[in-house]
């Protein structure tokens, strides 16, 4: 029978299992990160510039083995900065990419909703009309309200204090040959009896 080996052994050679990290709070949104990483690009460019100075203040004090050791640390650490710089500035460049990406998401899923929402109620609109059938009726009343309403104008209309078989053509060439002498009347200079 095989004997087996302790659990405080098995522990030492393979290890314990590692505790879940705890959780840091919620996750920093894309505009933060852009700015931190901002900060941080500012700080690194002005450590470039004070490396800057600092080569030329020892390259100007002369050209001792010390100052040219100086000089060429200043240029490392600055050559250290610039990467550093470099590599942040990759970095933002995909944030500020992922930032755009979820605005356009943001935008995107507004318009859908927007669009949905005015979907719904043009259908909601149409089926409060009642559909083609109905608006036909619809017209088709209307029209015949119009006959209606036409037919009450002329009933009003109708004069019942004219006699029976009043001629209006009569009557129109009567006002003409008043209007004619009236007209001569005033060519005249005669006065209107």
């Known amino acids: 029978r095989a004997r087996r080996a302790p659990r405080a052994a098995m522990k030492r050679l393979f290890g314990q299992a590692k505790a879940a990290p705890a959780p840091a709070g919620p996750a920093p949104s894309l505009a933060d990160a852009s700015g931190r990483i901002d900060s941080r690009v500012t700080e690194l460019e002005a450590k470039i510039t004070k490396c800057d100075e600092d080569i030329r203040r020892y390259m100007a004090q002369g050209k001792g083995p010390q100052q040219k050791q100086l000089a060429l640390q200043c240029m490392k650490r600055k050559r250290m900065y ?59 009343n209307m029209a015949d309200l119009q006959d209606e309403i036409a037919d009450i104008n002329e009933a009003l209309s109708t004069s019942y204090a004219v006699p029976d078989g009043f001629d209006e053509s009569q009557f129109e060439s009567e006002f003409a040959a008043l209007e004619e002498e009236m007209t001569m009347q005033k060519l005249s200079g005669i006065a209107p009896a």
Do not use: P, S, W
């Open 82 to 140: 610039e990467q550093q710089r470099d590599q942040i500035l990759g970095t933002q460049f995909n944030v500020d990419c992922l930032a755009g990406a979820q605005e356009q998401a943001d935008l995107t899923a507004m318009t859908v909703e927007a669009m949905q929402a005015g979907h719904k109620d043009l259908k909601q609109r149409y089926a409060n009309m009642g559909g083609a059938a109905d608006v036909e009726k619809l017209m088709d």
